[in-house]
Structures are given as structure tokens and as C-alpha cells.
């Protein structure tokens, strides 16, 4: 059974990107439903038990169809704010470096030109969903709790929920203001870290 994980830092910690109100809310009810539904789902599928989250997540095609939509949303969404809650920190480097950062600008440019990018992928997302930074260092957006690897893509370095839980108690409908202030707490070396092992 699943578990919830504890953030890797305090509610406040990345105040004033992001209120230590929201991180609350959205690890606490947020997240833990997800894991909730997803235990719930696979009691009804034990023969799933096994299968790690992962594994389950990269070939939805063999998830019995009876609890298919919950592993795809809740699993989804647990993979997802999982890997989330470690894109971010109080102490961001603010941007990468070593050979992220020049594989960064040898595809886009400059730093700059990525984060524009990545921005407006975020900022156009219609509706409920995340945007990504790639092992190949494309940029991909996924709507709902869809995952990268539950659609064939390379395995994520970075993520960002664009879910309006995620921002609106201190933005309300601001999501580019959102988008700007989280680039001030991205979690470079993990996404560093990613990248080596790619
Ligand atoms: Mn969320």
C-alpha cells in the first residue's frame, strides 16, 4: 500500500513563491487523496500489488479496464506530486549549470529562451495539467495526472503543476505570475542529478 511522503522541507519554506497555505492544502488533502484512491483501487486489483508504480504507470494498456481510469488519475497523481515536491527548494540555484545547463543552451539559445519556452508551454496549458522538462530536454505539457512515462516519453528532470490548487489561493487566476515566481525555487541540482544518470 501506498504511502504518503513527507515534503523535503517545511510548509513555509518556499514562501513567498508559494505560501506555506497552499504547500498545506495541496500535500495534505491534495496528494494524500491520490494515494488514498490509488490503495483503494488496488484493493480491488490485488494482482496488481506487486507491480511497482512505475511499472504500472509505463503499460496502462494491461491495467484490468475495471480500475484502469483510478491507476491513470491517482497513480498518476501520486507518481507526479511525488516527484514535484523535490523539483523545488528554499535554496535554488536559480539556474542549472555543468552539462545541463550547456546542453540547455546548445538546444535553445540561452537560459533565457528555455524558461521562455517552458513558460508559455505552462502559461497555454488549457485546464488541469503539468508541464515538463525531458531527460532529451524536450519540453512536454500532460493534461490531468498524466505522467511522461504512461505515454512513451523519456523520464522527467523537472516538473511544474500547473492544477489550479496548485496556485490559486495566492495567485487566483495569475497563472503566469505563479509560473514566474516558481522559476525563484526550481531544484536545479536535482534535476542535475536526473541528468547524469540519464
Ligand atoms: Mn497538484
Not at 535553445?108 to 517552458?118: C, H, I, K, T
Not at 502559461?123 to 515538463?132: A, E, I, Q, R
Not at 496556485?167 to 536526473?194: F, G, H, Q, S
Amino acid at each position: 500500500m501506498y504511502t504518503l511522503p513527507d515534503l523535503p522541507y517545511d510548509y513555509q519554506a518556499l514562501e513567498p513563491a508559494i505560501s506555506g497555505d497552499i504547500m498545506h492544502f495541496h500535500h495534505d488533502f491534495h496528494h494524500r487523496a491520490y494515494v488514498d484512491k490509488l490503495n483503494a483501487a488496488l484493493e480491488k486489483a490485488p494482482e496488481l500489488q506487486q507491480l511497482s508504480l512505475e511499472g504500472l504507470l509505463s503499460d496502462l494498456d494491461s491495467v484490468p479496464e475495471s480500475v484502469r481510469t483510478a491507476i491513470r488519475n491517482n497513480g498518476g497523481g501520486h507518481y507526479n506530486h511525488s516527484f514535484f515536491w523535490h523539483c523545488l527548494t528554499p535554496a535554488s540555484p536559480q539556474e542549472p549549470s555543468g552539462q545541463l545547463k550547456a546542453d540547455l543552451v546548445a538546444k535553445y539559445g540561452s537560459f533565457q529562451a528555455f524558461v521562455d519556452q517552458f513558460s508559455e508551454a505552462a502559461t497555454n496549458l488549457f485546464g488541469s495539467g503539468w508541464t515538463w522538462l525531458l531527460s532529451d530536454l524536450s519540453i512536454l505539457t500532460t493534461a490531468n495526472q498524466d505522467t511522461p512515462i504512461s505515454i512513451g516519453e523519456p523520464e522527467p528532470l523537472l516538473t511544474l503543476d500547473v492544477w489550479e490548487h496548485a496556485y490559486y489561493l495566492d495567485y487566483k487566476n495569475k497563472r503566469p505570475d505563479y509560473i514566474k515566481a516558481w522559476w525563484n525555487i526550481v531544484n536545479w541540482e536535482r534535476a542535475e542529478e536526473l541528468y547524469a544518470r540519464r
